[in-house]
Structures are given as C-alpha cells and as structure tokens.
C-alpha cells in the first residue's frame, strides 16, 4: 500500500512541476483551451510574445518609355552605387565626432579634436572624391544630406569657417557642384529614382543599409511616382 501511495506523491510532484514550467513559459487563459506561448533569444532575458522583422518590399518591374530613359536610369544606378559607400562613411564619422564632442567639456578642446578628425576625413576622402565626376560629385552630396539631414556646405562651415565653406561651394560651382544641394525624393523624380536604386541594392544585399534620416516612406513614393505624370518626372 505504501508503494502505492509514494507513486501517486511522485506523479502529483512532477505535474506540479510540468505545470509550473508551463506558467513561467507562457500565459494560460482559464477560459480559453488556446495557450500563449513566449520566445526567447539567445542571450536575452526577456520574453518576447512575437518576433520582430525587418521591412520587405515587393520591387514592381522596371518600366521604361524608350531607350534612352532605360540607359539614363541604369547609368544612375552605376554611379549611385560608387558613391553611396562615401556619403554612408561621412555620416558614420559625422555621428562619432557629434558623440565625441559632448564629452569633451572645454571649447578649445573641442576645436582641437574638430580639425583632427576633420585632417582625418580629408586625408580619408581626398583622393578618392578627386577621381569622381562631376555628376557622381552632385548625388555624392545629395546622399550625405540622405544620411546627415545636412548640406555639405553646412557640414564644411560647421567643422571650418563660413569662409572655408563659401570658398568649397564658390569652387564646386565652377565644376557645376552645389554644395547646398539637398536630397527630396518626393519632388524631384532624379532623387526618386536614387532612392529606389538604394532599397533595391539593400534588398540585394550589393550596398551595407544605412537608413535615411530624413522623414519619408519609400512604399508611399513608388505608389506616387508610378501614377505620376511624364511632365513632372522632368
């Protein structure tokens, strides 16, 4: 009889048990037979009841009214792929110096660090930049202003002198290159096209995505620019 008794003890503990790895792993619902379940990552202490995912989108088939509009686009691409890899490390080196400078309390010491880094971005980008043409130059500056929410102009006064930043825009015009140009794929169709050039090398993985921080939605722009007319692509 006893036997019988320690078998019945031993199986009520180990429901007990089940029941109560059951409760931590998940939510019962007394009127409901359906149980919650919780997922939890590797390295995380915390339950997640769903798992985030990235965005897709669903790319719509290139469409072209004639050839010539077909050899512009693709050579856009070819260009906008060389220099987006600039204007992504600019912003990179943009948002360290920011996170640097606001632990370093004295002015002074503040400049001193601004023309370092400014010496190394130079240094960094010189060579490079001298070899680009001057339309790779123009979508060069209008990513940064993608990725920095600032003109180039307004990033060389920042880190120089308005001077400095007068005389890089004065020099960039001889070449056709403004300084002050911004990026708006919502108006003008070029900076449209830019953009969807970009999510489609990000989809493919051929580019490291580094989002915008500008305020708009890349879905909402497709829908725009596909009903729009051909006088306002121009």
């Known amino acids: 009889m006893w036997r019988t008794f320690f078998l019945i003890g031993f199986l009520a ?5 089940f029941s109560q790895e059951i409760e931590n792993d998940s939510v019962v619902n007394p009127n409901d037979s359906i149980t919650d379940y919780y997922v939890r990552f590797e390295g995380d202490s915390i339950l997640h009841s769903s798992i985030a995912l990235d965005e897709v989108y669903i790319f719509g088939k290139l469409d072209f009214a004639d050839r010539n509009e077909r050899l512009r686009y693709f ?3 070819r260009k906008t792929l060389k220099v987006y890899p600039y204007a992504k490390l600019a912003a990179e080196r943009l948002v360290e110096l920011n996170d640097s400078l606001q632990h370093i309390k004295k002015r002074r010491h503040q400049r001193r660090y601004t023309r370092k880094v400014q010496k190394f971005i130079e240094e960094e980008f010189s060579e490079e930049l001298k070899k680009l043409t001057r339309t790779e130059g123009q979508i060069l500056v209008k990513l940064i202003y993608r990725q920095t929410g ?3 102009f307004d990033l060389v006064k920042e880190l120089r002198s308005g001077w400095r930043a007068f005389w890089y825009n004065t020099t960039a015009s001889l070449f056709k290159i403004s300084l002050k ?3 708006h ?3 003008v ?6 953009e969807d050039i970009l999510q489609r090398a990000f989809a493919a993985n051929r580019l490291e ?3 915008s921080v500008l305020d708009y939605d890349y879905a909402q722009l497709s829908n725009k ?3 729009a007319s051909p006088e306002s692509k121009n």
């Open 13 to 17: 503990f180990q429901a007990i048990g």
């Open 75 to 77: 050579i856009l691409r």
């Open 150 to 152: 600032t003109t180039a």
């Open 181 to 183: 140009e911004e990026f």
């Open 185 to 187: 794929p919502e108006s």
């Open 189 to 194: 169709h070029e900076d449209y096209l830019i």
């Open 209 to 211: 995505r580094q989002e």
């Open 225 to 227: 620019w596909k009903n």
